[in-house]
């Protein structure tokens, strides 16, 4: 199977994802690993919003077919300034569903880029994976 390759990412979208980073990474290093998904979402999103950047989490998101828009259920975590998604997990073991899970929200939103953080790691870095569609 050939790899696709993909236009870059663009400059204020990938200024977006390091502002992701940097408050997961300060909310990793408060908290540490072993805590519920939620807690972490929850302080993330108010790293994000307290440097100005908007961060809505669990919108519904339709899925629109025939020309009909319909609830499928689903719910990214959090859109971070409408160009990023954040899909918070704190797993033992991370899975391939997730991975199906973002490129799911990022097709349906046609977002480009997204990241997979797992906070229940002892260096966030192990934990983070960034996906471009």
């Not at 999103?45 to 908007?54: C, M, N």
């Not at 689903?74 to 073991?93: A, N, Q, Y």
């Not at 002892?122 to 960034?130: A, N, S």
């Amino acid at each position: 199977m050939e790899k696709k390759i993909y236009a870059p990412v663009p400059p204020h979208v990938e200024k977006v994802g390091k502002a992701v980073l940097d408050a997961a990474f300060k909310v990793h290093t408060a908290l540490g690993p072993g805590l519920l998904e939620s807690v972490y979402e929850t302080c993330t999103k108010f790293e994000l919003t307290e440097s100005g950047l908007s961060a809505p989490t669990q919108v519904g998101l339709p899925v629109t077919y025939r020309g009909i828009k319909m609830d499928a259920g689903l719910r990214p975590d959090m859109i971070v300034e409408d160009c990023v998604i954040v899909e918070f997990k704190s797993v033992d073991t991370m899975h391939p569903i997730f991975d199906a899970q973002l490129i799911t929200y990022l097709k349906l939103t046609g977002i480009r880029l997204g990241f997979l953080i797992n906070f229940n790691v002892v260096h966030l870095k192990d934990g983070i994976k960034r996906i471009v569609v």
